[in-house]
């Protein structure tokens, strides 16, 4: 079994993927499924959670999912369900990377696609970048621009959506403010959050640790290993719980992404099929715990 999440890199991997796009959405799934769990798909009759969000792509493909899959649209859902208060400060959006006008921007800030996945960038110091750090910056957005993200995991949500280049204001943490944020990730299940996991240190050694809705810890992961330290529970955890039930209502299932800093909850995003669908449990009964909670009735 060759799994091309360790033997490629990402990019790569993409690449790749959308090579294979002409593919029928069951056979292109069947084989990127077998080569990343060693497993066939069975669409007749799915048990585990991959499998069951392999079934999803397929066969779940509500036209509202893709206005909260678009980072930029899914803004106006939040603002009216929640309130813009939960919205990271939006600085700016553009349909091509030679439109933004840096001069404009503050010194710190993010840089995102809204259309797809991975295409983060933090910019902390703008006075420090160099005439090669744009260039690299406008070759990546310019290719990702390119791209329907659809094509490389078929999650349906994402096909035709208009491609921007957004930015957001850096946040930071007053306590803390070299240390990258945690973000709190609920799994919700017919609008009830019944696990969540925190992921630490992004940017240098991703760590994630699962936790149940009364903030134990979890003893399984997915990738990332745990983490070595102590995670404290966040002081907004029962707010964040109401907030995840309330954003995922009416859904199988749905991955709420929230955050909170300075006393605040702020939104992340919705994710319909965490890892593409493609990662599996260890030990493997949470994978068949998870997939119990996909209703598919």
């Known amino acids: 079994m060759i799994d091309l999440r360790k033997v490629f890199g990402r990019d790569f991997r993409e690449k790749m993927m959308y090579a294979l796009s002409i593919l029928p959405d069951k056979l292109y799934l069947q084989i990127f499924y077998f080569s990343t769990t060693g497993k066939f798909i069975n669409f007749k009759n799915p048990r ?36 813009e ?29 809204n259309h797809d996945s991975g295409s983060t960038k933090v910019i902390k110091n703008k006075s420090s970048l160099t005439k090669a750090d744009f260039e690299e910056m406008k070759e990546f957005y310019t290719e990702r621009l390119k791209r329907d993200f659809f094509y490389a995991g078929r999650e349906y949500p994402y096909k035709g959506i208009k491609p921007y280049i957004i930015a957001e204001q850096l946040m930071v943490d007053e306590t803390a403010p070299q240390k990258a944020i945690d973000d709190y990730k609920f799994f919700c299940f017919n609008g009830e959050p019944k696990i969540m996991f925190v992921a630490t240190d992004r940017e240098c050694d991703c760590r994630t640790d699962f936790f149940d809705m009364d903030f134990n810890h979890l003893e399984f992961y997915n990738v ?32 709420i992404d ?27 009964c949470w994978e068949a715990e998870l997939g119990n909670w996909i209703d598919l009735s």
């Open 48 to 83: 585990g959670f991959n499998e069951k969000l392999q079934w999803l792509k397929v066969n779940d493909r509500r036209p509202e999912y893709t206005q909260l899959v678009d980072k930029l649209a899914v803004r106006d859902h939040i603002e009216k369900v929640l309130g």
């Open 85 to 113: 208060e939960y919205l990271f400060p939006l600085l700016g959006k553009w349909e091509s990377f030679d439109e933004i006008d840096f001069q404009s921007l503050p010194e710190k800030f993010v840089l995102k696609c």
């Open 224 to 255: 990332h290993p745990n983490s070595d330290k102590t995670i404290t529970k966040p002081e907004k955890f029962d707010e964040m719980k109401e907030i995840a039930a309330k954003l995922s209502k009416g859904m199988r299932q749905v991955r």
């Open 258 to 284: 929230l955050y909170e800093l300075n006393g605040k909850i702020y939104f992340g995003e919705f994710t319909f099929f965490h890892g593409g669908g493609f990662r599996l449990y260890q030990p493997s």
